[in-house]
């Protein structure tokens, strides 16, 4: 990876873009995930459980994606990460 490395970044998650992304030849996959990442740990108390769930399971599926394919996953989740 270290001598091909072929980053995409996606706006969201969108599994079939992901899949494009991947039989295109991408071996990392950014994807924003700022609107569920703060929904998860520390700040999870902050909303209700239903909302928590959902980020957790969004987030699991990006990563369960992308490295399906095998690829590394990164989240995007704003100015710092």
Do not use: I
Request: hydrophobic share 40%; net charge positive; glycine share 8%.
């Amino acid at each position: 990876m270290q001598t091909n490395l072929r980053v995409g970044h996606l706006p969201g998650f969108d599994a079939r873009m992901v899949n494009e992304y991947l039989q295109a030849g991408y071996n990392v996959v950014t994807v924003n995930c700022l609107a569920r990442w703060d929904r998860v740990g520390p700040s999870a108390a902050l909303y209700p459980a239903e909302v928590v769930t959902e980020a957790e399971a969004y987030l699991r599926r990006v990563v369960e994606t992308v490295q399906g394919g095998k690829a590394r996953s990164v989240f995007y989740v704003g100015p710092v990460q």
